[in-house]
């Protein structure tokens, strides 16, 4: 149940982001369909985060502490973009043209997915 609840929430996210980022585009037709290659979307950002995202914060461990974490903000714009490139080989209609967009467009996931987190109550006992 958690998984589908963090899905959730990164398509609505990534749904937030197409609205408030030049740059990042969702062009599917119908509201079934944006519903549908956001959900998958989220799949594959939620995929690249958990594979790859620890793979580069081990090995750029030195730009982390060297940039006091900011760096944190370029690799995911970076995986960002990395998922856009992967949901158009997987002929998803989203698109992130550019850094840049990548950029923005992961900050924007960022907050938009901490901000949801706090109405979702954790199940773990204190």
């Not at 992967?86 to 550019?98: Q, R, W």
Request: net charge positive.
């Amino acid at each position: 149940m958690k998984i589908l609840i963090r899905v959730v929430i990164t398509a609505v996210a990534l749904w937030v982001a197409t609205l408030v980022v030049h740059g990042i585009d969702l062009t599917a037709a119908t509201t079934p369909r944006k519903i549908g290659t956001l959900v998958a979307v989220a799949v594959v950002f939620g995929l690249i985060n958990q594979f790859i995202k620890p793979i580069v914060k081990t090995l750029g461990c030195l730009f982390y502490v060297l940039t006091l974490g900011l760096f944190a903000l370029v690799v995911n714009g970076l995986l960002l973009w990395l998922a856009s490139w992967a949901a158009d080989k997987l002929n998803l209609p989203f698109h992130v043209s550019g850094f840049w967009a990548a950029f923005w467009g992961a900050i924007v996931v960022g907050l938009v997915s901490w901000l949801l987190n706090l109405f979702v109550h954790d199940d773990k006992e204190d």
